[in-house]
């Protein structure tokens, strides 16, 4: 399963393709015009296949004009025979009969190979509010396109339409959408002044459910912009996600993706007439910490204020880009509470107890060993306990570490407990939309791994690289801290240079380690710290 930020899907010297299949806009702000942007900031080439013209201006549109399906036909023909697609977004089709044409070339294509399908469901307008369907319209989505589509992104009143149903929550919805056959579906919030905390925070709400990818829930925040001009942000945000499916990401990387493209087009929005103008999505999105959100727990369906305070605070601890982290140097991490003292006795600051086995006796006097270890160190050192938060707690442990699966199997009560106690909180990620969903926590550290090839776990993970480390330093907000296959000094001291707050050692911590052999591994950190670049790559 890819889950690096880079993912290298697409032919160095190709972009992938994907096709629009939508509507113009005269005044170019939605439709095929906002398709083309978004794509090009994305770094992918877009065909543009036309389905509809419409008459349109800033202040509204005036009037709707379906190509005959022949005309459609062709265009898709045409396209089959040299420029197949990895992904195909549809917009405003605003005939039966364009969504049959569409649903039997996507057919056609699948027969050939995977072809993602992004369903944007435009069924009126935001300007003016010109209605785009009708029921037998809203009949044809339901059956012939929905149990096609890989993701489906509508609005909350689209949601609705297509739901039909509307005394519901923006969870259930996506639900029952879900039960037409959608893989995944994001409800956008961007125009929903009802969600919970909806007067600080745009929100959306994602349920992947990928069979080939593990399930994913939660709601997606970034700040609420203020601003009038955003025509065309719902087709950014759709091209976008079909631009990301093409180049490799998993179905809820590339939703967070889509997220940070529309959210950056938004707030860089100008005008173009009198009225809303629209997004201008560029590239830069990517390198920038503003637009990197928080995503919460899929249990989380209603934020209570403390979640929606602390997803506010993570969104305001946003680095400038090139700033120094917090550093935390040399991690170590140990299954044997005995290397406990005499790791943090050689100059290690920060060492892991990491029991991998079922709470019980022997857990209990490891973590009180280690404890008592750790308090007879004469230099400061923290010692993070993983997983077994209720006896470490107990125990009196003061910093804990726990896997994002760990951290969803606990009920709300018993997450409270940890975040109240006043320990510190370590949580690993390994994708993009775990690092979003480990800031929503505001944690004092987020692993990032595996950096390299490791044999320490089986993990479907690809290996993030330094690239992709260097970006999570940057985006985070927070201490990154590098794990996964670190074996010599050389590859600690390129995680130092990414600006990484740390470097965990676990296979190269080995029983016979000499502290000339640490050493070899401070000084590589120390070197790589003061090699580091002032400003993240492009």
Same mark, same amino acid.
């Given at each position: ?159 609705? +339409?297509?739901?039909?149903? $509307? ?134 369906? $209603? ?66 060993? +280690? ?151 401070? $000084? ?15």
């Amino acid at each position: 399963m890819p889950s690096s930020l880079d993912s290298g899907a697409a032919p160095a010297d190709r972009p992938a393709i994907i096709w629009s299949v939508a509507g113009t806009d005269s005044g170019g702000g939605a439709g095929l015009a906002a398709d083309l942007r978004a794509a090009s900031a994305m770094g992918v080439h877009l065909c543009p296949v036309v389905a509809v013209v419409t008459a349109q201006n800033s202040l509204g549109v005036q009037s709707v004009h379906p190509v005959p399906v022949a005309q459609l036909q062709a265009q898709l023909d045409a396209l089959a025979q040299d420029c197949r697609p990895r992904a195909i977004k549809c917009g405003l089709l605003a005939s039966v009969e364009a969504i049959e044409c569409l649903a039997r070339c996507v057919d056609a294509l699948r027969r050939d190979g995977p072809v993602a399908l992004v369903i944007d469901p435009v069924l009126s307008a935001t300007a003016g509010g010109a209605a785009f369907s009708n029921a037998a319209l809203v009949q044809a989505y339901r059956t012939l396109l929905l149990p096609r589509a890989t993701l489906l992104t509508p609005n909350r009143r689209e949601a609705e +339409s297509l739901a039909e149903r $509307t005394d519901t929550t923006t969870p259930a919805l996506a639900r029952h959408l879900l039960a037409t056959g959608a893989q995944t579906v994001c409800i956008t919030g961007g125009d929903d002044l009802n969600a919970p905390g909806a007067a600080h925070l745009a929100l959306d709400w994602l349920d992947a459910q990928a069979p080939a990818e593990p399930p994913v829930a939660g709601w997606l925040a970034l700040p609420r912009l203020p601003s009038r001009h955003h025509h065309g942000s719902g087709c950014t945000f759709a091209t976008a996600a079909a631009a990301a499916l093409a180049r490799g990401y998993p179905l809820a990387d590339a939703v967070v993706l889509a997220k940070m493209l529309s959210w950056s087009a938004v707030r860089q929005g100008y005008a173009a007439g009198a009225g809303a103008g629209p997004v201008k999505a560029e590239g830069s999105f990517i390198q920038d910490p503003r637009c990197m959100p928080v995503m919460g727990f899929a249990d989380e369906t $209603t934020p209570s204020p403390q979640t929606l305070r602390r997803w506010r605070q993570a969104l305001a601890a946003r680095p400038v880009p090139g700033a120094d982290q917090a550093t935390l140097g040399l991690y170590a991490i140990t299954d044997q509470a005995t290397r406990v003292g005499p790791l943090l006795a050689q100059g290690l600051s920060q060492v892991q107890l990491r029991i991998k086995t079922a709470s019980g006796e022997n857990v209990q006097e490891a973590l009180h060993q +280690s404890l008592k270890l750790a308090q007879q160190q004469q230099q400061p050192g923290q010692l993070w306990i993983n997983d077994h938060w209720r006896e470490a707690l107990a125990a009196g442990a003061t910093a804990l570490h726990l896997g994002q699966e760990d951290w969803a199997a606990l009920n709300p009560e018993e997450r409270s407990q940890i975040l109240n106690s006043g320990a510190r909180l370590g949580l690993s990620s390994h994708s993009l939309w775990e690092l979003a969903r480990a800031r929503g926590l505001t944690p004092n550290y987020i692993a990032c791994g595996p950096v390299y090839p490791t044999t320490t776990k089986d993990m479907p993970w690809r290996p993030q690289g330094m690239r992709n480390l260097r970006w999570w330093a940057t985006m985070a907000g927070c201490p990154v801290v590098a794990i996964g296959g670190l074996l010599s000094p050389e590859q600690v001291q390129d995680c130092a240079e990414t600006g990484a707050a740390a470097a965990c050692l676990v296979r190269a911590l080995k029983p016979d380690m000499s502290a000339a052999d640490l050493r070899h591994f401070q $000084t590589a950190w120390m070197n790589g710290r003061a090699r580091r670049p002032l400003t993240p790559p492009v």
